[in-house]
C-alpha cells in the first residue's frame, strides 16, 4: 500500500484501557466517522481516516487532525464542519472557522 497524501485523526475519547471518557465522543465524534469515510471516497481525496484515542484537548472537542498539514481542528460537531474541513483541504488550505 502505497502511503496516502493526507492522513485524518479524527479523536473518538479512548484511553490506554479502552474506556470511553472525554467530550470528543460524548459530542459524537464516532457518529461523524462513516461520513467523513464516504466524503474522502466521493471526493477522490487520497487521505487514510484513523479514529484515535484522547487527544487531550477535550475543552475543543470533537477534535480532528490532518497530516502532513499539522492542521488542530476542533469543534468538528456536525457534516457542515466537516465539508468545510474537507472543502479547504481540496483547495490546499485550513479551515480556519475550526483551526485550533
Request: with cysteine.
Amino acid at each position: 500500500m502505497e502511503k496516502p497524501k493526507h492522513h485524518i485523526f479524527v479523536c473518538s475519547s479512548f484511553r490506554a484501557s479502552g474506556e470511553i471518557k472525554g467530550k470528543c465522543s460524548k459530542k459524537g465524534s464516532t457518529d461523524l466517522l462513516p461520513y467523513i469515510e464516504n466524503e474522502i471516497l466521493d471526493r477522490g481525496l487520497d487521505a487514510l481516516l484513523t479514529s484515535t484515542g484522547c487527544m487531550k484537548q477535550c475543552d475543543d472537542g470533537p477534535v480532528m487532525v490532518i497530516y502532513p498539514e499539522n492542521y488542530w481542528y476542533g469543534n468538528i460537531e456536525s457534516e457542515d464542519a466537516v465539508d468545510e474541513v474537507l472543502d479547504a483541504l481540496e483547495d490546499g488550505e485550513a479551515a480556519s472557522n475550526f483551526l485550533l
